[in-house]
């Protein structure tokens, strides 16, 4: 199952919540409050070096970040 962490009031986030709902994914959403700085912490940090979200975590740990990057490895093999 993937994990998405964002913040439900991004744009960029919505694009990714948006594309899992449509392509009827599991996922789990993790909110991230990046106003408290909860994205400058050491462990948001070693699965986004940027300090951005979304990030998208695959079940082997891997993450991806940057919207367009994470709709394209989602769209990959669709419709």
Known sequence: MYKVYGDYN?????KI???LNLL??????VAVD?????TETED???KNPN?????L???DGTCLWESTAILNFLA???P
């Not at 991004?10 to 919505?14: D, E, I, K, R, V």
């Not at 300090?51 to 990030?55: A, F, L, M, R, S």
Request: charged content about 20%.
């Open 10 to 14: 991004s744009g960029n986030c919505y």
């Open 17 to 19: 919540k948006l594309m």
């Open 24 to 29: 009827g994914a599991e996922y789990q959403w």
């Open 34 to 38: 990046i106003l408290n700085g909860e």
């Open 44 to 46: 948001f940090l070693a």
């Open 51 to 55: 300090g951005k979200i979304p990030v």
């Open 57 to 59: 975590e695959l079940e």
């Open 76 to 78: 990959e093999g669709t």
